[in-house]
């Protein structure tokens, strides 16, 4: 669906499922969606998107405006096998300095190839670390490690759990946030790494 008048330049791509409501949203590339009940008649669709037209165009101006500052740190599968090394020395370390100050033991720790997540928290005590986290600034990756190491106490996101976190880093908001940014600026792409390197952690 291309809108002709307040939104010339954006295409608006249709989305139906079982849903009830209507919905927009606007990707990291800049892409419009809308999410539309099965129902709903492609007028007011339409209608519903010209009216969000000065919504969509802030919307699309700030993803663009991110994509354009975008920096993307290619890795040769040699360089990759480097960084997981170097992510393992330095996240194990910052583990071992922090799970003493919040009081809790952990089982073990595991550097992953993880692209969507920078770290995971196992009710066992298993912590998994995405290698890209190296390459964060280093407040970022002691946030990363104090927010997995307080999932041994709390095992979800409730006000007990961030009490945890803010108990180490009275910061952590703003790290968070930070955080958030960097992985909307930076692009850490790779090769594929050689088999006989997979279990190397």
Known sequence: MKQQEGLAQVTCEILRSRRKTLAL?????????????????????????EEKADWIRRAVAKQQAIAAQRREIRLTPQQVVQARREAAKDLRERCQRFAPLMGVHYRSIRISGAKTRWGSCSST?????????????????????????????????????WSQVERVLPD??????????????????????????????
């Not at 990707?27 to 339409?46: K, V």
């Not at 992985?183 to 390197?197: F, K, L, P, R, S």
């Open 25 to 49: 949203y606007v990707d990291a590339q800049g892409r419009l969606t809308a999410r539309a009940p099965l129902s709903m008649p492609l007028s007011q669709i339409e209608a519903f998107v």
């Open 125 to 161: 005590g298993s912590i998994s670390f995405a290698y890209r986290l190296w390459f964060a600034p280093q407040p970022l990756r002691d946030y990363v490690v104090v927010h997995e190491l307080a999932h041994l106490i709390e095992m979800n996101h409730s006000e007990r759990f």
């Open 172 to 201: 952590y908001k703003q790290r968070r946030n930070l955080l958030k940014q960097f992985q909307q600026q930076v692009t850490i792409a790779e090769g594929a790494v050689d088999e006989n390197c997979k279990d190397i952690f």
